[in-house]
């Protein structure tokens, strides 16, 4: 083992006295009046103390968000709550601690998602695409026996979308349900 970090060192994950961890989330808000509390709220309702929080105005993501990044410490077992509480806000989240997610894909499922197991569905997803499902949306006109569609909006690495495809066809292949998926790239 090594000598843990002097003091001084720009590590963001380096463990403090007490049991407290230090961490980083990069989010992206929307540029409206409210949306920086909004963001901040989830973090203190979980037990995060702020450290910093940068926020740059004129720094707009291609999205035309604003990128933020907060620095914050809690218990380790209290992160995963801050992330699910910031999650469950509607914050878009690109970073939290390791978990670093650049780019984000629309897909379409189609067929009997509910009969296949939505829940399990999305959850290869998550595990086989290394992909967060940041937002879901069902319609089931012939009820949750019929075919249904699912809109899913997933958080991935910058630079997979082409993995992450191909291992969405898979799971889709495996369920038999029709993939619809995005354009990628400008040509058109």
């Known amino acids: 083992m090594g000598d843990p970090p002097a003091a001084g060192d720009d590590d963001p994950d ?62 380790p077992d209290r992160f995963d709550d801050v992330v699910e509480g910031l999650r469950d806000a509607g914050v878009n989240i690109i970073q939290a601690g390791a978990e670093h997610y650049g780019e984000e894909i629309n897909v379409v499922l189609v067929g009997h998602l509910v009969e296949t197991d939505l829940s399990d569905t999305l ?47 898979s799971i889709g292949a495996d369920k038999e349900l029709t993939v619809v998926e995005p354009l990628l790239g400008g040509d058109a």
């Open 14 to 75: 380096a463990e403090t006295d007490g049991g407290i961890q230090a961490y980083t989330v990069r989010l992206e808000l929307v540029d409206e009046p409210g949306e920086l509390l909004r963001a901040l709220a989830p973090i203190a309702d979980n037990g995060g103390n702020l450290l910093s929080i940068h926020h740059e105005r004129g720094n707009i993501t291609p999205r035309g968000h604003i990128p933020v990044e907060v620095d914050l410490e809690c218990p």
């Open 123 to 169: 959850s290869r997803i998550e595990d086989e695409v290394g992909a967060v499902v940041l937002d879901l949306s069902l319609a089931a006109p012939e009820g949750t026996g019929g075919i249904s569609s699912a809109r899913a909006r997933l958080a991935i690495d910058s630079g997979r979308s082409e993995e992450a495809l191909a291992a969405i066809r």
